[in-house]
């Protein structure tokens, strides 16, 4: 044994020194010696399955894998004898006997993949040039080393049907080579343990129990699985033939307020891509399902507006952008300053939202600003996350309580921060209906009685003032609180409640008692940013100025909160995405948007997150400053820049988030409780998850058919009780409305209660959550 | 058959058998016969494990089994000291007699045949194996006897059964 705890090994009749406790394929790593292997994966488990990394061991019987054998001292290794190639070679071979491998050994194969020259009439691959993971395969690169150019053994095909019908990936299995490193990234790395290895020998399959969909198994679509494949079996809808990226560029995402680090893949100036921080082949897990898959399909949507647009009197026509501004500049010139509302969306970059308050201050001159996610409930739940603590810290806690946290599709850094700390033993305490992906890890879940949420957390502050005797499901929550320091992460749902005001005043007393910490969920990208660097109007104040007639035009940013069009003069809609179907706006001017435009995005906790732009968006398609550069001049103000330079001077030092004062009359909010006679309980959700004002589920065909819209989910065990299937309609009756819906079947929704997600401003039922009964229409 | 007490049969094994899931796992199938679909929710939540896990478990093991069995598993040797005896046409002779294949369970739930690789006692090949009990030396004649033998019992206690209601 050597100093440092470092050993000497022999390698090759070279000796060297490494760290002890390494296994020898790292150790061969380390010092630059190629072994070939296909199941290891750095971060997970050793495997030992692919079998290629045999190495031979002085005093050791029989070849041990180098991925599982750990060095010793004196140890004496040869990693490329002749019999061990000659049995790498065989080994290969087996593996190929059942994967289709003819473009591998095929004399042709560099021809063809340059002319494509064979045109074949199959639906599934039988060789590499029909391959989605073509020169990117690692059992491909395996071959190219090993030089295989026959195989010996007889060829065996599965011809497993190839399973296209869960979102955003496809599996063919007759590609698998059993490596099991998705399911081991699954288990081990995001702890969802969705799949798994069925069955055995040849007859084994990989995926969820029973032969469920991923859908219905709860699969997050993280994507984990799909990059560590190393072969071509699990591979992207939107990326499938896009071949190899050029160009891996760090960027991040914008779609809530997490706002995580990730590589955006390009080739040819297009994203084809998007993938956590790390190799590309290893990495995975680390994003939601929005991040790995929607972005990419949000900057690359067909429904993009892409030219300028007038609403002529015969309708709706292309026009220049010259004839645009002229339009806008000779709207905005007649304009009075103060009857100009302008909108802002938050997920606009913080230079796109100084540059649009400097134009909306000095050139049109209006105080009227906002932005339609400023409702009453959400001031006084950003006003709570002034005290968030950073999400690093949600590990070092004590215990942990989430409160309306659902996190199956969102927040995978908060919901993979719970996850590895409740492995390590730390408390984990869920409130709320969800069944979502922490919900395995939490050693209590408690669901507050329907109506009395308020209730609920008001009893837990009275029994810390006064010692007031509570219910033993609350003496839980006591407990957390009492024998450490917890934090309590809260989740957006409970901004829908009726009662949210009151339960977010008493979150705020529970914390300023315990001296908990807190986390709160941002779903809104730049938020923070938007908040800290302009002084909105409550989005209400707008709407009673507008229907009070004191607002004429509205010049919407990227943000579109009307459905209908409301009654004013003159509309300008100025957003990457095209304008709802009846708000008929009278100028449409396309932006840049993320990817294409570089700038700063703030976290909840000031934390300056860089987007970078990638690719270059087509020439009629101008950037938001660019925009307001032109106008500006147009209207006079030549002076006022709208660079970068100049704009990043005007972003505050410190940046600290400022809310309006809102005063709205208290209302008596009426709550129902749970009766027999109406046994479920309703939660009605509103839409959260947007991106420049548009709906993400409306946008992407993947998320619309995970989380869909004006429709009821309800759990399985409910369903069968009323022989309810998926797709089936149910009348759903409260005491005041009653109203058909359609149905799908998830587990992520505890027994008892059914969710309902909405894209309308205000919700169909009379409160919220709402008691119902359920009654299946026959058909 | 309609599974009933999913929830107390799997709160009994468990109590039983600590959180050690293969042991959980075959007393519920010595409750039923088999591993049914509506035990892995079940299962999978009260011992806090993935359905996923509980399922790769159950359907890696050959003894489990997710479909029903018959009230008698009939299980022939095909090892090679049994196979050379002729362990083989033995197998085909029972299949033919109950009019199903290896695998398969007769439609009055009486009988299930199993081919297995080996039962671990070669010397007194060929084996047959029906509810745990072996029986050596088998020859096809001995076997049909020995089928005749069980179905006989059957009857028994189904004329039992039906002057008791």
Redesign the interface.
Known sequence: MQNNGKIKITINNQSYDVENKLTILHATQQNDIFIPHLCFHPELSPYGGCRLCIVEVDGVKGYPTACTTQVKDGMTIRTHSKILQEMRTEILQLILSEHPSACLICDEAEECSDYQGTIRKVGFTTGCRWCPKDKDCELQKVVEYLKIDEIEFPVYYRNLPVEKKDPFFDRDYNLCIYCGRCVRICHEHRKSSIISLNNRGRYSTIGPAFNQSHLDANCEFCGACVSVCPTGTLSEKTKKWSGIPEKYNSSICSLCGLNCDIQILTKENKVIGTLPLGDPHLTGGELCVKGRFCLIELVNNPDRILEPQYQFPEGLGFITWEEAFLKASDKLKKADGNKVAVYLSPNLTLEEIVAAKQFAQQVIKTINITSSVLTNNLIPYISLAEKSISIEKIEKSESIISLFLNGNYNYAPVTLAIKRAAEKGIPYLQIGWINDTTSRFASHHLTPETGKEKEFVKEIVESFEKGKEVSPEISEVMKLFKDSSSTIILGPTILDLTEAKEILRNIEKIIKLTGSKLFVLNPYGNLPGLLSSVDLKPHQDILDKISKGKIDSLYLIGDSPFKKRPNVNFIIHQSPFPPSEKLKPDLILPTATWSEISGTYVTLTDKRKKLKAVVKTSEKVLSNSAIFAKLAKKLGKQELKFNKKELSKLIPKKLTIKLPEFNSKPKKNIVQIKTRAFPYTLIQEKNLYTYMGMYLNQLIEGLREIEPEETLIINPIDASKFDIQNGDNVMLKSHKISKKYPVVLRKTISPGFIRLITSNKTFEFETNPCPVKIRRVNV | MEITNVAEVVDECIQKNGNTLIPVLQDIQSHYNYLP?EI?DEVSQKM?I???????VA??Y?SFSLTPKGKHIITVCMGTACHVRGGQRIAERIARELEIEPGETTSDMNFTLETVNCLGCCAIGPIIMIDGEYYGQMTIQKAISLLNEYKAKLKEEEADDSSKS
């Open positions: 679909e892995f806090n993935p359905l996923i896990d509980v399922y790769g359907t890696f050959k």
